[in-house]
């Protein structure tokens, strides 16, 4: 079957958009989770979940789509990146299933409710460590020989993938204070606004730290952010990430609802950008590119009607159940 355009680079393109959609999506419900024990036992936690419980669920779908779209776009790739991080995968994992079990069981439990107020904290960390380090595995490389893993149990754990561990989480951090901030009213909005000020400097630092750290990490990726002519096109990430921060700062110094929300979007949006041009054309750095990874051609057509289908109509509900549950969180809910 013949085809007049690159469909690896096409799937490579709607994987990226499916795990950016993940991060943002899911990043503000874990987010809240990591800074739920600052909020005061009570009405103020029950806000702050009641402000997530109409979308949580409908979030990850984007992880799904991300990881099954690897699995069958680039099986080669997927076949790598598990067996050298399946320590990091499976703490997220459960990560999710504790965040998830105790988000129901607080309401139907309330005799242990301080228990599964623990539950929700501790999986969410545990999910955004988990995330943050497995992309700073990524990033620092994968020993691959014959096409397959070939490194030990433990060559994920490095100090690098820790910072970005952490990174991941003051970022998460951030777009739940930002989001808590939109939707909340009276204390828990300024006390929620107070808390995305100290993030939002914690995840400006670390990623400054990372950004830094990724020069020295790889000679590529030097060459590719301080030589021209790759220099011209890496600049403007940097200068336009500095905007989107100021901006963002300023937006949660002058009582913003909903604006810190989207300029910590887009600050995650060019983050995301960065390590997009750091890592091209690689899936798995440094041997594995996008096209050694791909599937077989007849492959990615039949799997590109099916996102053709089923993108836009996962795009649209999630639409319209954010447009419905539009407005503040009050004592009873949403209002």
Known sequence: MAVNFDLTVIWAFIIAFAVFAYVVMDGFDLGIGILFPTFDPGPERD????????VWDGNETWLVLGGGGLFAAFPLAYAIVLPATYPLIIAMLLG???????????????????FWDGAFTLGSLAAALAQGMTLGALLQGITVEDRAYAGSWFDWLTPYTLLTG???????????????IWKLEGPPQAHARKLAKR?????????????????????????????????????PVPILTAIVAVSMLRAVAKDRNSKPFWLSLLLFFFGMAGLG????????????????????????????????ITMPLIIAYTAWAYWVFRGKVGDEGYH
């Open 96 to 114: 999710l299933v504790f965040r998830g079990v105790a988000f129901e069981y607080r309401w139907r439990d309330p005799a242990h409710r301080p």
């Open 277 to 308: 041009f750091t890592m091209w054309p690689y899936v798995v750095p440094p041997d594995v590119t996008i096209w050694d990874a791909a599937a077989p051609e007849r492959s990615q057509v039949f799997m590109l009607v099916g996102v053709a």
């Open 47 to 54: 806000k702050a979940m009641n402000s997530i419980a109409p």
């Open 166 to 180: 952490l990174g991941t989480v003051a970022g998460y951090a951030l777009l739940g204070a930002a989001w808590l």
């Open 199 to 235: 993030t939002a400097w914690a995840t400006l630092v670390l990623m400054g730290t990372v950004s830094l750290y990724n020069v020295f990490l790889n000679a590529e990726y030097a060459e590719r952010w301080l030589t021209e002519p790759e220099i011209y096109f890496a600049a």
